[in-house]
């Protein structure tokens, strides 16, 4: 496999066609993770996911993706859900596209919304996505998520590289 990082890019504004039902990654008392949808595109894929953590966890969590206001203060470092994904021979982590976070000092439960551009159609009609944030205490869960041929008829490959 060839290490490659799924670049956060902006899906195209055509609509996409949507395949994948809510599946669950993680459900344990406090934390539950689900990739929410798959949408096909001619260019890619777009993987959205929710998240809901509680309790302490959710303290840490918010703890973890605070902002950064002092870009010199090497104490300000923080986490978020890492996400890898392996498509055809490309494999490495992917960046967020959008995510939702409560506003910083929020007490209650932690919600995170992030969505990953993966920047081509699979050949092999599937990938595999592996998912964690160790620092919250999610330790690392891998699926495959089997899309089949593209439904479109011609698909994009350009997008690989980027």
Do not use: C, N
Not at 19 to 34: C, G, R, Y
Not at 53 to 73: C, K, M, N, Q, S
Not at 83 to 105: K, N, R, W
């Amino acid at each position: 496999m060839r290490r490659h990082r799924w670049s956060a890019l902006t899906p195209p504004t055509d609509r996409g066609l949507r395949i994948q039902a809510p599946m669950p990654i993680a459900a344990e008392k406090d934390l539950t993770l689900e990739l929410s949808a798959v949408t096909e595109f001619a260019s890619g894929l777009l993987l959205q996911f929710a998240m809901k953590v509680t309790g302490i966890r959710a303290d840490f969590a918010r703890y973890e993706t605070r902002p950064l206001t002092d870009p010199h203060d090497w104490s300000a470092r923080w986490s978020y859900l890492t996400v890898l994904v392996s498509a055809d021979e490309l494999d490495g982590p992917a960046d967020p596209i959008h995510s939702s976070e409560p506003p910083v000092g929020e007490s209650g439960p932690y919600r995170t919304t992030p969505w990953y551009w993966i920047g081509i159609y699979p050949h092999t009609g599937s990938l595999t996505v592996t998912t964690s944030w160790t620092e919250i205490g999610l330790r690392p869960a891998s699926f495959t998520v089997a899309l089949g041929p593209s439904p479109f008829t011609t698909t994009s490959e350009s997008g690989a590289g980027r």
